[in-house]
């Protein structure tokens, strides 16, 4: 595969964006940037910005743009100039979330000289999410994600014991995905997020390709379609 790309991972909560986007990493060798993770690292903090994003990320609500602009934006620069001129292959999970972060990754990726992105959007139906959250427990250790009932969702994985197979870690709900704040993450991603998906899917072909797939089946069945879609895209020629 050529170096340079960028795949966009959409989708609501609880679509199987980071699922998906570790089978990039360890299938592709993309370097995954999850926003979510980003700035749950940053919230952890003990300082007054830390304590603002615990603060938003608890209530359900969207962190503002210019922070995770700024925070995406130097994390691509940084990447892009480890990779020595080559161009690094990114996965990014969970950004751009609002029309304004995707102009602003626009004008980044013009910047650097990257081409469009390839955005698979996982669309999963709204009872299916609100079941999926509800089961959803994630390593507290390596944020490696399990569900408490096996079925279409997390990776085919279940929770063993409450324990992680990869490390160990114990097994525990995200704060965030209580059933009050589950609520608001989902209106957050139909009120600021679905117009970010009618921005790409009117786009030219060049200057981006935009894919929908159907989240609703089993983590392997989606897998083996973003593969095909990213073999496809891997040559296929996008202008910066
Ligand atoms: P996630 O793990 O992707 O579900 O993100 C968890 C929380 O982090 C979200 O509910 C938001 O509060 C915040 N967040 C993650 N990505 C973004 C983004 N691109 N823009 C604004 N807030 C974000």
Do not use: W
């Not at 990493?25 to 994003?53: H, Y």
């Not at 955005?119 to 089961?135: I, M, N």
């Not at 250790?141 to 063993?160: D, H, K, N, R, T």
């Amino acid at each position: 595969m050529r170096d340079g790309r960028i795949i966009l991972l959409m989708g609501a909560p609880g679509s199987g964006k980071g699922t998906q986007s570790s089978l990039l990493e360890s299938q592709f060798g993309f370097t995954c940037i999850s926003t979510g993770a980003m700035l749950r690292e940053e919230a952890r903090q003990d300082t007054s910005a830390g304590f603002r994003l615990r603060q938003i990320m608890a209530s359900g609500e969207l962190v503002d743009d210019r922070t995770v602009c700024a925070a995406v934006g130097s994390q691509i620069k940084s990447l892009v100039a480890q990779s020595n001129g080559s161009g690094a292959n990114l996965v990014l999970d969970g950004f751009p979330r609002t029309v304004e972060q995707a102009m602003c990754l626009d004008q980044l990726l013009e910047e650097i000289g990257m081409p469009g992105p390839l955005v698979l959007h996982l669309d999963v139906p709204q009872d299916v999410l609100l079941r999926r959250l509800a089961r959803r427990r994630q390593c507290a250790v390596c944020g490696a994600i399990y569900s408490l009932a096996s079925g279409p969702g997390f990776a085919g994985l279940s929770a063993g014991g409450g324990r992680c197979r990869i490390d160990g870690g114990t097994l525990v709900e995200r704060d965030d995905d209580s059933e009050g704040v589950v609520s608001r993450r989902l209106a957050a991603y139909e009120t600021a997020t679905l117009p970010v998906l009618d921005y790409y899917r009117k786009r030219d072909f060049r200057s981006g390709i935009y894919r929908r797939l159907d989240g609703n089946r089993n983590a392997a069945e989606i897998a083996k379609e973003v593969c095909d879609i990213v073999l496809f895209f891997a040559d296929t020629a996008v202008a910066a």
